[in-house]
């Protein structure tokens, strides 16, 4: 699979309507990457994984839903 970090924003939304990938995965794809930049960089004040990924599931579920 693709570095999903990678990903231009049109690609990311092509790959996501044609359930290539879900939100979940591509919010979990940049979460060690921006945890990574905040250890070394102090480059966050506050991050808020549980709520990146809780709102991708809600993503997820409007997407099989057909509404996305």
């Given at each position: 699979m693709t570095d999903l970090t990678a990903l231009t924003i049109a690609e990311a939304r092509d790959q996501l309507k044609a359930k290539a990938i879900t939100?979940?995965?591509?919010?979990?794809a940049y979460l060690q990457p921006i945890e990574n930049a905040n250890e070394a960089l102090n480059a966050y004040i506050v991050t808020t994984p549980e709520k990146a990924l809780e709102m991708a599931k809600a993503s997820?579920?409007?997407?099989?839903?057909?509404?996305g």
């Open positions: 939100a979940t995965e591509l919010t979990g997820d579920v409007r997407l099989a839903a057909g509404n």
